[in-house]
């Protein structure tokens, strides 16, 4: 039995071991019919590791010509192949192997599947970079404004938290940068305004940087405006008590009539003028004018202060007044006679009387002898002349008395004053001032 076995399996041995061999080339040829080697295009995106090498230096990098995203051929079986897609591949570019002249980084393409049975072919493998040195500066916010705050009110402050802002990156584009800034908006505010904002870096030309290879401690800011009210009220003064006797309180000066406020608006709108009372005000037995410094400071309402342009302390006067003596002319035809003796005639020496009259200017501007009238008491009066005393009565102020001169004589005499005038004296019948009351 086992010699038939040995006979056929050795009987003819290299014509069985050549159609073992055909077999197999059949087979492969039939395999390599039905799946052919098939080459694909993709394109990637190229993965930038180990950029901190750079930065380690103090340098940054910049990729040139879209060198970043690399196109290659995949080759191999189509029933392999034709199941591949790009994120099948990875392209790596590795800035550690950067050349000396640190230009160029080369990419390594690798399959993440059938990686045996694929050849991938690139046509460029170099990354091209431009490296220049990193930077770090440090700018002010700006904070400005847009639109205008409500009728009266004004910004008193701006203010950006944080205030400043950190900036690193190329020494390029980091020159570029010649202000940075942001924008609030203050449209019809009467309160305080604040928002978060966005950070613009502008360059001297106020173009906007771009930002992308830059590095910023914050890209927004908490902008802030403070905002008043200016307001413009009256100054009035408080002033107490009486002076001395013969005079009076007549006015107060003050070379300020207003003063600018500034402050909270809902303080500023209630407040239509500013009335400041003080123990200085206080005028008892004041002879002559009183002056007072005055610090306004210590008179404002919370949340209210001076204008900048408004001085601090201010000068007040308050104005006493004395009277004064003035004469009028008294024509002595207002002048009435009483108790002539009989058989006497009265004549007066002028034809007016002085009167002294003593009251407060203003009044007295006023004052007229003609609306003065007289009595004169002319009991005892002998023939010739005298001095004697008139009682004063009408709006004379406190004038009450006057002195006149005047010529007693026999009733018919051709008594005459020293102007040439005669009888010119009234009884208290209205007739001449002789000693028979007759005409």
């Not at 492969?28 to 799946?35: E, H, P």
């Not at 006057?402 to 019948?429: F, L, N, Q």
Request: hydrophobic letters at 35%.
């Amino acid at each position: 039995m086992l010699k038939k076995l040995s006979s056929l399996i050795t009987n003819n041995f290299g014509l069985k071991i050549l159609g073992i061999v055909i077999a197999v080339i059949l087979w492969m040829a039939i395999v390599n019919v039905q799946d052919p080697d098939k080459t694909l295009t993709f394109s990637l995106e190229v993965e930038v590791v180990n950029a901190d090498f750079l930065t380690d230096l103090g340098k940054t990098y910049e990729v040139l010509d879209g060198t970043d995203t690399i196109s290659f051929t995949v080759t191999g079986k189509r029933s392999v192949v034709e199941n591949l897609s790009a994120s099948d591949f990875k392209a790596v570019a590795n800035i550690e192997n950067i050349d000396d002249s640190l230009s160029i980084v080369p990419i390594v393409v690798t399959a993440t599947s059938y990686s045996s049975q694929l050849e991938i072919t690139t046509r460029s493998s170099y990354l091209k970079v431009n490296v220049e040195n990193l930077v770090t500066q440090e700018y002010e916010i700006e904070v400005l404004t847009d639109g205008m705050p409500a009728t009266s009110c004004f910004v008193d402050s701006l203010s950006a938290s944080p205030g400043t802002v950190t900036v690193t990156g190329p020494e390029s584009v980091v020159g570029q940068i010649d202000t940075v800034q942001v924008t609030l908006d203050i449209s019809g505010a009467s309160d305080a305004v604040s928002s978060p904002e966005d950070i613009l870096l502008l360059d001297a030309s106020g173009n906007e940087v771009a930002a992308d290879r830059l590095t910023l401690s914050a890209t927004q800011t908490t902008a802030a405006a403070e905002i008043l009210m200016r307001k413009a009220v009256s100054l009035t003064f408080d002033v107490t008590g009486e002076p001395a006797e013969g005079t009076r309180y007549s006015a107060t000066q003050c070379e300020n009539s207003y003063v600018t406020l500034v402050g909270d608006a809902d303080v500023l709108r209630t407040l239509n003028g500013l009335e400041i009372s003080s123990d200085q005000f206080n005028i008892d037995g004041a002879t002559g004018d009183v002056t007072v410094e005055i610090h306004l400071p210590d008179y404002l309402p919370d949340g209210v202060s001076l204008a900048d342009d408004e001085s601090e302390d201010i000068t007040v006067t308050i104005e006493i007044e004395a009277q004064t003596t003035v004469d009028v002319e008294m024509p002595v035809s207002n002048i009435t006679v009483s108790n002539l003796d009989d058989g006497l005639e009265l004549s007066f020496d002028s034809d007016t009387v002085t009167v002294s009259l003593t009251g407060y200017e203003d009044d007295l501007s006023s004052a007229d002898g003609s609306d003065i009238t007289g009595t004169l008491d002319a009991s005892g009066l002998t023939e010739g002349t005298s001095e004697v005393t008139i009682e004063l009565a009408g709006d004379h102020l406190s004038g009450t008395k006057a002195a006149v001169s005047v010529t007693i004589s026999e009733s018919g005499s051709s008594g005459t004053t020293d102007s040439g005038t005669s009888d010119s004296g009234t009884t208290d019948s209205g007739t001449s001032a002789n000693s028979s009351g007759e005409e």
